[in-house]
């Protein structure tokens, strides 16, 4: 299953999206920070990328930017809850594969996944 790579500095939303996540069957790894996440993909390598917009130090938008750059077939789905950081995240379409507005379900989450992942139903549902 594809191993994914979350970057969420609050503890209650990385612990529900990682459990979701774990779930169903992927390998979940989560960091703090935009700052770990890029420590963690300089050694280790990733199907997904999923990260918070708003993290003290690296945000998430400088996470994608960063990453895009020298992993640019790496998927990056941003999670934000606030209007205008949700804006900033639109304005990088070219780089970011989806936007998932918080509050966000489980099932919502792993949707969004499944799909950026392009997971099948038979897929999803092994």
Same mark, same amino acid.
């Given at each position: ?8 500095? #609050? @503890?209650? %939303?990385?612990?529900? !999206?990682?459990?979701? +996540?774990?779930?169903? $069957? ?6 703090? =920070? ?12 990733? #199907? @997904?990328? %999923?990260?918070?917009? !708003?993290?003290?130090? +690296?945000?998430?938008? $400088? ?6 750059? =020298? ?23 070219? +780089? ?31």
């Amino acid at each position: 299953m594809a191993r994914i790579l979350i970057a969420e500095d #609050d @503890l209650a %939303v990385r612990t529900f !999206v990682t459990r979701a +996540l774990t779930h169903r $069957g992927f390998h979940v790894t989560a960091v703090h =920070d935009g700052a770990g996440a890029l420590e963690m993909l300089e050694s280790e390598n990733f #199907d @997904l990328l %999923v990260s918070d917009v !708003v993290m003290p130090g +690296l945000d998430g938008i $400088g996470l994608a930017l960063k990453v895009t750059v =020298d992993r640019p077939d790496l998927p990056v789905l941003l999670m934000t809850g606030f209007s205008a950081e949700r804006q900033r995240a639109h304005n990088l379409d070219e +780089l970011i594969c989806a936007v998932l507005v918080k509050p966000f379900t489980l099932k919502q989450v792993c949707e969004v996944v499944e799909d950026t992942l392009g997971l099948s139903s038979v897929q999803r549902l092994s």
